[in-house]
């Protein structure tokens, strides 16, 4: 099996240095990036299909071209390789132009099965996956808790969540699933990966490359943009309770009370 | 003509509307009379009365288109092609829908159909220059961003527990209205729905959580999470520690990597309050933390803290909550 993985870059969610830059977009140079946690999961799930039905594993990220480091960290846990769209033109992207992008890289690659996580970290949107599905016309299943393909039949199982329990989707691949946490927690990159990850093929594309020209996407063409920012009100004092549990608990309600929620 | 202003009416597994587009429904209007756009509501689905019916409490005017095959087929790459080829034939300026799994693989196909930007997860809709400006909160809540649109067209999707829904003075009408355009995505089967014991409504609808984490220590910790999530008529949730370590599901599971919640109450019991699970609970009205250890990180963001073990704090509450409700 052929797998692509969606691979973004975030900036570390356990950093508190976040911030956007005076052209409000985001100030990369103030924290360190990091793979996008969700998409760890959707690349564990990756390699687990190949581990069982043999293949390979082929990240995909679109990004600035330092994210080759990023890369090779979620290289280190076990793809084959990975593919970096970069070009100055493609600072400012917004949704609509990542979408563009990631169709366009997708169409030059050979695959069974594109896999996104659920969402990142830093946008937060998770609307990128259904958008490239529909603008390649791949089959779309969201929210997978189990991935089961079939490559004789040439078809995919999903188990998908849902309000009251799982929809049971199939479909013909190649298609795209966005995955969740549910299939199972990432593995730690082993030293004999790391090692590995060091000599493994990253491709770097431009929009060029793509048959892109420079202002069908990036800065030139977004359709949204922040006008202002504000820091959120802090909260107020913490109040510290100790003491019996009963007199604890009457406290708690009390001010449960107090606050009109009971 | 003046613009309009489309929302779109999402289902409950029942068939009815579901919480959020009532929400969303109610925030649309609101920027639609500052902004002097007609207000259009738009229910596609395999039986879409009762959802239409209900849209048009809170709008004027639903229209309600029957897609028979959403009845066994996965529902957001149908719905969305629909409502890209209806927004094609009608014309609106801005589209709103609510910022669940649906309303994202929602937003996501008529995106990329339509061409139009998003502004997903608004925590507030305002109206200024001619155009919708969108409060969003980033970085895992860190940062509030005001946005808006380049063009005079766009989507926002908003967040749960945004707005207080609220009915209309005057009910509006439902049109049955023929579907546009083809089905020309590829259609994906739904061959079977497993029923999951125990599935509740969704967290990020609800006004209480009661959230249980490491310090829970095992699935049978949870029935106590679960008791006093039922005596304040809340949900339970979780941490990713409790979810990974299989004591609950992960449609429980809020933070980082699971849902973002915003309800009145947050009771956590057994929760550190590490920075992954703050960004999924922090903007919660009130937060109350039972923890053993005064320093743990929720200490520093809860309302109220009560150190003590969690099983002897959590019965007491118990007792105390059902005396109340007699």
Not at chain 1, 33 to 51: Q, T
Not at chain 2, 81 to 102: M, Y
Not at chain 2, 104 to 122: E, F, K
Not at chain 2, 255 to 270: E, M
């Amino acid at each position: 099996m052929r797998i692509v993985v969606l691979v973004k870059p975030v900036p570390d969610p356990a950093s508190a240095g976040e911030r956007l830059g005076p052209d409000m977009r985001l100030d990369r140079a103030a924290t360190p990036a990091v793979v996008n946690a969700n998409d760890e999961y959707a690349l564990e799930a990756a390699l687990k299909l190949v581990e069982q039905h043999g293949g390979e594993v082929t990240l995909l990220s679109m990004a600035p071209s330092t994210a080759t480091d990023t890369m090779r960290k979620a290289l280190a846990m076990g793809a084959t390789r990975g593919v970096l769209v970069t070009d100055p033109a493609l600072e400012g992207s917004d949704l609509v132009s990542t979408v563009t992008v990631l169709a366009a890289a997708l169409k030059s690659l050979e695959y069974d099965l594109v896999l996104a996580g659920a969402d990142t970290s830093d946008g937060g949107g998770g609307l990128v996956a259904p958008g490239v599905a529909a603008r390649l016309g791949l089959p779309y299943l969201s929210y997978a808790a189990r991935i089961a393909p079939d490559p004789d039949a040439g078809t995919v199982r999903v188990h998908r969540i849902a309000p009251t329990g799982f929809e049971v989707l199939e479909a013909p691949m190649p298609s795209l699933v966005v995955c969740t946490q549910a299939l199972g927690e990432p593995r730690y990159p082993s030293l004999k990966g790391i090692m590995a990850a060091r000599s493994k093929e990253v491709t770097t594309r431009s929009i060029a490359d793509l048959g892109l020209a420079d202002d069908a996407v990036g800065g030139a063409a977004v359709t949204t943009r922040v006008t202002g920012t504000e820091k959120p009100p802090a909260r107020g004092a913490t109040k510290v309770v100790r003491g019996a549990p009963d007199e604890a608990a009457r406290e708690v309600v009390a001010f449960l009370a107090e606050r009109r929620i009971i | 003509m003046r613009g309009a202003l489309w929302v779109h009416g999402e289902l409950t597994p029942e068939g009815g509307l579901a919480k959020i587009s009532t929400e969303v429904a109610t925030a649309a209007r609101t920027v639609a009379a500052e902004a002097g756009l007609d207000l259009v509501g738009v229910v596609i689905a395999a039986d879409p009365a009762a959802a239409a019916a209900e849209l048009a409490t809170y709008l004027p005017r639903v229209l309600a288109v029957t897609e028979p095959a959403t009845a066994d087929h996965a529902a957001g790459m149908i719905v969305g092609q629909r409502l890209a080829a209806l927004i094609e034939r009608d014309g609106p300026a801005f589209l709103f829908t609510g910022a669940g799994p649906e309303g994202r693989d929602l937003a996501g196909v008529v995106s990329a159909l339509t061409g139009w930007g998003v502004l997903w997860n608004a925590v507030a809709v305002g109206w200024t220059d001619g155009r919708p400006t969108v409060r969003m909160s980033v970085f895992g809540g860190k940062l509030l961003t005001d946005s808006t649109f380049t063009g005079e067209r766009g989507i926002v999707t908003i967040r749960p527990n945004v707005v207080s829904a609220e009915a209309a003075a005057t009910p509006g009408t439902v049109e049955p209205t023929d579907a546009a355009g083809e089905l020309s995505q590829p259609v994906v089967r739904i061959v079977e729905r497993l029923e999951e014991a125990g599935a509740a409504a969704p967290i990020e609808e609800a006004k209480i959580i009661v959230a249980g984490g490491r310090g829970v220590g095992g699935a049978e910790g949870f029935t106590l999470v679960q008791e006093l999530a039922d005596a304040l008529g809340g949900a339970v949730g979780a941490t990713r520690a409790a979810v990974d370590s299989g004591w609950i599901g992960y449609s429980q599971q809020i933070g980082q990597t699971g849902k973002i919640v915003k309800p009145q109450l947050y009771l956590a019991l057994g929760v550190s309050g590490a920075i992954q699970h703050k960004v999924g609970m922090q903007t919660a009205g009130t937060i109350v933390a039972v923890n053993r250890d005064p320093d743990a990180p929720i200490a520093e963001f809860a309302d109220l803290i009560i150190v003590g073990d969690l099983f002897e704090v959590g019965r007491a509450l118990l007792v105390e909550l059902r005396a109340r409700s007699g």
